[in-house]
């Protein structure tokens, strides 16, 4: 438990006697997304204990029914971006359903008005209206590219040369990643961002606009990865290399009964405990030795690893997986199987109640399966539970009745009139 300090925050103050579980509680955030970066954004801060309150249109936005879905056509993609967020469903075409929106996300006090959207803040969204109603109003805003057009993870993975340098050696064409990587983590640093305005506007009392592009986040990777020096430094274009790790040595390997293992050796303790576990120290020795080069070294390892793969081939693939998982756990060589998502959740303990960030929760109109809760612990926290997703529009009238005193007859008056 953590007790807040107090502190005061344009004229309100926290109660020092306060005690809360996680120092997001008592935040209220509020969303208006679709897809993955917007969700993603407000999972990660309900999940740190915010109040995230998800506005929708009635019977749902762009990404209700967005596949994977169940036989009964309910959505699974939907259900896990929206663990532990409150749904509201309102019609913001009619002016009563945007004024109840505006009244939400400018909502009075010290840890509410804060917004985030990946939609465009236009409109009911403009950012400047919101702002003439609640002054320091703060509001993250996830855009396609710098200049506010329209750009997906897909086109923008496309655009930062990733798909050309992904796939078979000599294929001749692009290959798409799988995780929408740049949504991702285009998401998480809107939930920085909401953490961070969140304390400039506490210091300085002022709210402001945030807008963050999903090209700039791929964009910044290849920077911060040394894939732009390497481009206008070296002038060169990297080319796919398979599964080979570039600039080291990793690559996969076929097993006795068909099965395929990912093999790292990055550091010198990681290709000592490979030689070790594979008994093929002289071997590598000669080899080296042979060709003047020390495979102690990881840029060594790299320019010999066509080498290297072939001399270590046949020692996997003349054993079996699970001989090869006693090896070279024993000698705690990196390594892991290729494996489905359906094999991980059988056989990984690490995707099981093992691990204290999955728990098994029943998500209405689906079932039971194993749910994700934070990823990072916390040594002086304890861990929340994870909280399904809602029904879509369940919290609507408690909503509207606890933050904007609406009564049963006003509620029931929006709902005659389609506006809840």
């Known amino acids: 438990m953590t007790k807040l300090r107090e502190r005061s925050y344009n004229g309100e103050y926290f109660d020092a006697e306060t005690i809360l579980t996680w120092p997001l509680e008592g935040l209220t955030i509020v969303e208006v997304s679709a897809f993955i970066a917007g969700p993603y954004a407000g999972l990660n801060l309900a999940q740190m204990g915010a109040e995230v309150i998800r506005i929708d249109p009635i019977g749902g936005g762009l990404d209700y029914k967005r596949w994977p879905v169940t036989e009964g056509g309910n959505s699974l993609y939907w259900n896990g971006l929206n663990k532990g967020k409150k749904s509201v469903t309102l019609n913001v075409r009619d002016p009563r359903g945007r004024e109840i929106a505006h009244a939400l996300m400018t909502e009075p006090g010290a840890t509410s008005g804060i917004v985030v959207t990946n939609l465009p803040a236009t409109g009911w969204l403009d950012y400047e209206l919101l702002k003439s109603k609640r ?112 600039g080291t040595f990793g690559c996969d390997f076929e097993t006795f009964d068909s099965g395929r293992v990912m093999i790292t050796a990055f550091t010198r303790r990681h290709w000592q405990a490979l030689l070790e576990a594979t008994n093929l120290s002289s071997r590598f020795e000669k080899i080296a030795n042979d060709a003047k080069v020390d495979l102690q070294k990881e840029d060594e390892r790299y320019r010999m690893r066509h080498i290297i793969e072939a001399e270590l081939k046949p020692w996997f693939k003349e054993r079996t997986l699970n001989e090869i998982r006693t090896v070279l756990d024993e000698k705690r060589v990196c390594w892991a199987p290729y494996q489905s998502v ?79």
């Open 342 to 420: 359906r094999e991980c959740i059988e056989n990984d303990p690490d995707m099981s109640v093992a691990n204290p960030m999955f728990q098994e929760i029943y998500q209405p109109g689906v079932g039971t399966h194993l749910a994700a809760g934070l990823s990072a612990e916390f040594g002086a926290l304890n861990r929340r539970d994870v909280v399904p997703a809602p029904l879509l529009g369940q919290d609507t009238q408690k909503v509207i009745s606890n933050k904007l005193g609406f009564s049963v007859k006003e509620i029931e008056e929006l709902q005659e009139n389609g506006i809840i």
């Open 135 to 246: 002054d320091n109003l703060i509001m993250v805003n996830i855009v396609g590219q710098r200049d506010g057009s329209i750009a997906l993870d897909y086109t923008v993975n496309a655009r930062a040369g990733f798909p050309l340098i992904t796939g078979p050696v000599g294929l001749g064409k692009p290959v798409n990643q799988v995780v929408p990587v740049w949504d991702v983590l285009t998401g998480m640093s809107a939930a920085n961002a909401v953490l961070i305005a969140e304390q400039h506007r506490q210091i300085t009392g002022e709210g402001q606009y945030v807008r963050i592009a999903l090209a700039d986040t791929a964009f910044s990777v290849l920077s911060h990865l040394g894939y732009v020096a390497e481009a206008q430094i070296n002038k060169v274009d990297r080319s796919a290399e398979g599964n080979h790790v570039f």
